[in-house]
C-alpha cells in the first residue's frame, strides 16, 4: 500500500520521490499542482505518493487553473511556440501548448511560458507512473482529494439496462469551436437490447463525465429532433440554423400565429416550450450530461438542474475503487474556485454564484440539484470504472476540449 510507503510530506523539500514500481493502477492516480506553492502533488486516493518543486508560467504567459488530463506522452519533444525548446519526458495537457515536462531551470518561482517544469528525475519518475487519461488538476492554492459520498453519484450496475425509447441518448462529435459540431441521433426503440455483463465484469477504460448546463447548440439540437418527428423537416440534429431548419421553425410558428404574436427572436424559451408541449414532451430540461471514453465522445442526455440561477459551482470527482459484488464505489472531490464574469452571468442566467462555492458543502449542494433521468444513470453505471471523473461545471465544454481530449474546464485563461 502506498501509505507504508509515503515520505517526504513536506513540500519545502525540493523532490521527494516514491518508487513508480510501488503504483498498483496509474488510472487511480491524480497530479495536483498549485501555483501559490509552486509545487507538484501526486495522491492515489486520499495518499500521496509523490512531491515535487515546480516552476510554472511567468507574468505574460501564466499557466491555466482548471481541470486537464494528460492527452499525450513524448520522452523527447522539442516545442513548437519557442524555439524548438526541449521538452524532455513531456506530458501534454492541452493541443494549445501547456504540458508537464523536465526543465534544468526549475527555480520554484513562475519562470515558463506556460508549461508546468520539474526537475529532471522527478519528470522521469513521473512520466513512468502515469497513463493518457490521468487527471492534473491546476490551481492557485493547494487542493487535495476528499471522499464524497452522496446518493446521486454513480454506483457499479451489473447487468447493462434497457434504454427506453423516450430518453435522449445522443452520440457526438465535438470539435473545437471553429468547427460545426455533428450529432447524430439514436432512435432507441429500434435498437437491439445490450447482452447484460457478468455482475463482476468492469469496463477497463475510466469514463469521463461532465454535467453543465445547455447552451443553444443542445436547444437548437432538440427543436430539431422534435419538429422532424412532428412532420416538420427541419434536417439532420447538427445543432446549427441551417436554411432547411430556419424554415421549418417558421412553418411551426406560422401554424401558431397567436402563440408567437410577441416572440421576436427565432430560438427562444417560448419556441422551445412550445416544441415540447406539441410532442408531448413536457417542459424542457436545462442541462446535459456528456460521456466520453479514450478521448471519444460516447454519448450525451438531458439532465435538469434545480434553482438554475444559482451558481453550481466548479468541482471534479475521480472513481477511485469499485466493490462490483457490493454495488457500491469510493468516490473522491475537489471544488476549484471559479469566479464567473458579469458577461457569463447574464448568458448562463446565474444571479448568485456565491453561495454554492464558498459556504457549506459545495459539492454536495450541487449534487443535490442535479435531477438524472434513470435510464441514462443505468447506463453510466454500467460503464463507470476506477479512474472515472466526472466535473460539474456551470460554463460547459471550453474551446480546449476536442478531438484527443476529455473533457478540459479551464477556471482562469493564461
Known amino acids: ?66 481541470i486537464f488530463s494528460v492527452i499525450e506522452k513524448q520522452r523527447y519533444h522539442e516545442s513548437n511556440l519557442y524555439s524548438n525548446a526541449p521538452m524532455p519526458f513531456m506530458q501534454r495537457l492541452t493541443w494549445s501548448g501547456i504540458a508537464l515536462h523536465e526543465s534544468n531551470s526549475v527555480p520554484r518561482y513562475p519562470a515558463s511560458h506556460g508549461c508546468v517544469r520539474m526537475p529532471g528525475a522527478f519528470a522521469k519518475m513521473l512520466y513512468g507512473m502515469t497513463e493518457a487519461g490521468i487527471p492534473v488538476i491546476i490551481s492557485d ?44 441521433m439514436n432512435d432507441t426503440a429500434a435498437m437491439p437490447l445490450p447482452v447484460a455483463a457478468p455482475a463482476a465484469a468492469v469496463p477497463s477504460e475510466p469514463i469521463a463525465i461532465l454535467i453543465t448546463r445547455r447552451t443553444l447548440r443542445e436547444t437548437v439540437i432538440d427543436i430539431q429532433v422534435l419538429l422532424n418527428q412532428l412532420g416538420f423537416s427541419a434536417g439532420d440534429p447538427d445543432g446549427l440554423l441551417g436554411p432547411t431548419t430556419v424554415q421549418a421553425i417558421r412553418a411551426f410558428k406560422a401554424l401558431r400565429p397567436t402563440e408567437f404574436a410577441d416572440d421576436r427572436s427565432l430560438i427562444s ?27 471519444k465522445p460516447i454519448f450525451e442526455a438531458p439532465v435538469t438542474i434545480a434553482d438554475p440561477s444559482l451558481a453550481l459551482g466548479t468541482h471534479l470527482l475521480t472513481l477511485h475503487a469499485i466493490d462490483a459484488t457490493a454495488g457500491t464505489a469510493g468516490w473522491l472531490g475537489v471544488t476549484l474556485t471559479n469566479i464567473l464574469s458579469r458577461e457569463t452571468m447574464k448568458r448562463l442566467g446565474i444571479t448568485n454564484q456565491e453561495s454554492s462555492i464558498i459556504s457549506g458543502r459545495p459539492i454536495a449542494k450541487a449534487l443535490s440539484r442535479i435531477s438524472i433521468p434513470d435510464e441514462t444513470r443505468h447506463r453510466i453505471d454500467a460503464l463507470i470504472s476506477p479512474g472515472s471523473t466526472l466535473t460539474i461545471s456551470d460554463t460547459g465544454i471550453g474551446s480546449e476540449t476536442g478531438e484527443g481530449t476529455e473533457f478540459i474546464t479551464v477556471t482562469r485563461e493564461s
Open 1 to 66: 500500500m502506498f501509505s507504508r510507503l509515503v515520505f517526504g510530506l513536506g513540500l519545502l523539500s525540493a523532490t521527494a520521490l516514491v518508487h513508480p514500481a510501488f503504483a498498483t493502477d496509474a488510472r487511480t492516480l491524480q497530479i495536483f499542482v498549485s501555483k501559490n506553492k509552486q509545487s507538484l502533488v501526486v495522491y492515489d486516493g486520499t495518499e500521496v505518493v509523490a512531491t515535487s518543486k515546480v516552476s510554472t508560467g511567468k507574468d505574460g504567459h501564466t499557466t491555466p487553473s482548471g
Open 141 to 184: 492554492g493547494e487542493l487535495a482529494p476528499q471522499p464524497i459520498d452522496h446518493p446521486n453519484l454513480f454506483q457499479p450496475d451489473s447487468p447493462a439496462m434497457p434504454l427506453l425509447s423516450d430518453v435522449e441518448l445522443r452520440p457526438s462529435i465535438l470539435n473545437s469551436s471553429e468547427t460545426p459540431v455533428q450529432v447524430a
Open 269 to 295: 424559451d417560448t419556441l422551445l416550450k412550445s416544441v415540447y408541449a406539441a410532442a408531448g414532451r413536457g417542459e424542457p430540461p436545462n442541462g446535459v450530461i456528456m460521456v466520453r471514453q479514450s478521448f
